[in-house]
Each structure stands twice: as structure tokens, then as C-alpha cells.
């Protein structure tokens, strides 16, 4: 017997390599797709904008992210499933914990990314690394400073917590 389920599953992802080749062959960015779902209907869409936005942070994750939060009019997509056409690179998986979705799917590894030089292998070595001991180094300025926007947060009377 055949699992309606995974035929959703299926269309969804179908759905966000569609994308993918839809933003390359337009000259937007690089071979990625995304969606956002909730059940059997589409909430929000991304490709990859890089190119065509000069936004190293377009991604089609976020991208995708942004159309179905906007469309949600929330900054959480509770409820919702992402479908990325490839294993999310460590700001778009960082991206995804934030937005909260119930889980994702993905097409393509970050192994197989890598063979057609999208290679994020550096970053995810980079952080395990002190800031200072980084190829990009960073250093700490005025904490003490910094602290007081954290104090005012703890006591704020308006705050929404996420």
C-alpha cells in the first residue's frame, strides 16, 4: 500500500529543485531550491539570490524562510516542513533552528556540494576554532559596555521572548 505521505514529501522536493534550476537558469545564484510547506500547501519559495541580489546571505533556505514568514506573518514556522534541494550549509541550518519548522528533508549532501565547489567544509572547521584563532580573527571590544543592552533586556517590560 502506498503512503500518501510520502507522495507530499516527494512533490515538495520535486518542487524545490524545480527552483534550484529555475534561479540558475536565470542567472541568479547557484543550483538551490527551497520550500516551505504546512501540510499539503506551499507557505513560501527560495533559490538561491546571490548573483542577482549581491547577498552572500540569499540562500534559497532563507530566502524561503523569509517569503513564508512574511506570508505567516510570524518569525517562527511553527507547524511547518522545509524542503532544501541540498543539506543546508551552517548558516541556513542555523537559519532553520531559529525559524523553528518541525523538522526538513534535503536533496543533495554537503559531500555532494563540494564536488561542484560549493565546499562549506571550511566553516564548520572555522568554528570549532577561537574566534581570534580564525582565518577571519575577531576579538572582543567593550563587553562591559555591550552588557547593558542584555541588562535592559532582562528587564524589559515589552519584551517578546523567541
Known amino acids: 500500500m502506498k503512503n ?4 507530499i ?3 515538495m522536493m520535486n518542487r524545490a529543485i524545480e527552483l534550484a534550476i529555475h ?8 543550483p538551490f531550491g527551497a520550500v516551505v510547506a504546512m501540510g499539503k500547501k506551499i507557505i513560501g519559495e527560495g533559490w538561491n539570490k546571490v548573483l542577482s541580489s549581491n547577498d552572500p546571505t540569499a540562500h534559497a533556505e532563507v530566502v524561503a524562510i523569509r517569503d ?9 514556522l511553527e507547524g511547518c516542513i522545509i524542503y532544501t534541494s541540498c543539506e543546508p550549509c551552517p548558516m541556513c541550518l542555523g537559519a ?11 536533496g543533495c549532501t554537503r559531500e555532494d556540494a563540494a564536488k561542484i565547489e560549493f565546499d562549506d567544509e571550511f ?9 581570534n584563532q580564525r582565518s577571519i580573527p575577531a576579538w572582543n571590544l567593550q563587553r562591559e559596555e555591550a552588557l547593558q543592552a542584555f ?12
Open 4 to 7: 500518501p505521505e510520502q507522495d
Open 9 to 11: 514529501h516527494r512533490e
Open 23 to 30: 534561479g540558475m537558469k536565470k542567472g541568479d545564484g547557484g
Open 68 to 76: 513564508a514568514c512574511s506570508k505567516l506573518k510570524s518569525f517562527q
Open 96 to 106: 532553520i533552528y531559529w525559524a523553528r519548522p518541525k523538522c526538513f528533508y534535503y
Open 123 to 131: 566553516i564548520y572547521k572555522e568554528i570549532k576554532l577561537a574566534p
Open 151 to 162: 541588562e535592559f533586556w532582562k528587564t524589559f517590560e515589552s519584551k517578546i521572548p523567541y
